[in-house]
């Protein structure tokens, strides 16, 4: 990986850089423990001159400690460097901390054995010594800077260039799923062609910013009361984004529609036109949200801003997590009465 943290235990990162027979490899995330296991193939191959890896897959409870280290210490087939994978290992660590920790003190010399997890070992000793012996390697979603730096990486190691601004903007779009980041840049590749560099115009060009049409799915799904619409258009969001980024960034868009919506409404009310609306709001086309607005009760925009502006004193007090309380929010604003079409009834 990375070079060590040295305010951490656990190396993060995504580059292999030591030669270890032993490591623990944990993340929740299958794409970053596969790229990091590829990158661990690529330099033992060219450290060892060859390399023979052997995974038992999915370990099913009846795979025994003795089996494995036995495995280790035979000499490989093909010859040259043996690892050895288990994936996911989380059940047979769980149950062979004291034998893992006895193999670590005599490791084979012609193997690497790397045990990969979706959750840190519970066991505290195994935990401390795989700290000591610099074993432990943590893998997390690149954020901010970090995420930048990393779609400049991944372009480069797939022989091209990246500006910065475009790194960025892919990043924005895409969030930071890496493996649906690892395949957007695959395919821009082949978009741009033989260009050296990849700049923000082909990015802004080549890839639709599924944030966008996300969040004008929720919004007008919670203008029909459409409760099964609007949960998938937040899950949708989810793809991309951490629950908490989720959270963060739809009660600020959610706000800014509702205040919208009451302005569309009062327009509405005063008689004014679609062409006087969209010249007021400065947006052409805009008779979706026209549509929308004839759809709510002025008493439901009100209740929407209640709703909303409650949102943030229930995350800090309810000890609800931001995924749940989005979708209570999303849920309580979907719930009110609407407006029926081609009629004049009106709710106050």
């Known amino acids: 990986m990375r070079g060590e943290n040295r305010r951490s235990s656990a190396s993060k990162g995504s580059k292999v850089t030591s030669d270890l027979p032993f490591y623990v490899l944990v993340s929740s995330d299958e794409f ?59 059940d047979f660590v769980r149950r062979n901390g004291e034998h893992i920790i006895s193999y670590m003190k005599r490791p084979s010399g012609s193997a690497t054995l790397v045990l990969s997890m979706n959750g840190m070992p519970s066991d505290r000793n195994l935990l401390k010594a795989l700290k000591k012996a610099k074993s432990l390697i943590s893998l997390g979603a690149p954020r901010g800077g970090e995420l930048i730096r990393w779609v400049v990486e991944r372009c480069s190691r797939y022989g091209k260039r990246i500006d910065s601004a475009a790194a960025k903007a892919l990043g924005d779009r895409i969030g930071d799923k890496v493996g649906l980041l690892d395949s957007t840049i695959k395919r821009l590749m082949e978009q741009v062609g033989d260009k050296a560099r990849i700049t923000i115009e ?35 969001l989810g793809k991309r984004r951490t629950a908490s980024d989720v959270y963060r960034e739809s009660i600020p868009y959610l706000a800014n529609y509702a205040a919208q919506m009451k302005a569309i409404i009062r327009m509405i009310d005063q ?78």
């Open 271 to 348: 008689g004014m036109s679609q062409q006087e609306v969209e010249g007021a709001i400065g947006r052409r086309n805009a008779w979706f949200l026209i549509k929308e607005a004839r759809s709510l009760p002025l008493s439901e925009i009100d209740r929407f801003a209640d709703v909303l502006a409650k949102a943030d004193y229930q995350m800090k007090t309810s000890g609800m997590t931001p995924g749940v309380l989005l979708e209570t929010v999303v849920i309580s604003l979907c719930s009110g009465p609407r407006r029926q079409a081609n009629t004049q009834r009106r709710y106050y």
């Open 32 to 90: 970053l423990r596969r790229d990091w296991l590829l990158q661990l193939r690529s330099e033992r191959e060219k450290l060892k001159k060859g390399c023979d890896i052997i995974s038992y897959g999915k370990e099913d409870r009846t795979l025994e400690p003795a089996e494995v280290f036995d495995e280790l210490r035979m000499p490989s087939l093909f010859g040259g460097h043996k690892v050895l994978v288990i994936e996911p290992a989380d």
């Open 202 to 236: 082909d990015v802004e060009g080549s890839v639709r910013d599924e944030r966008v049409r996300a969040r004008y799915e929720l919004s007008a799904a919670i203008a029909r009361g459409d409760k099964r619409g609007a949960l998938a258009s937040v899950q949708s």
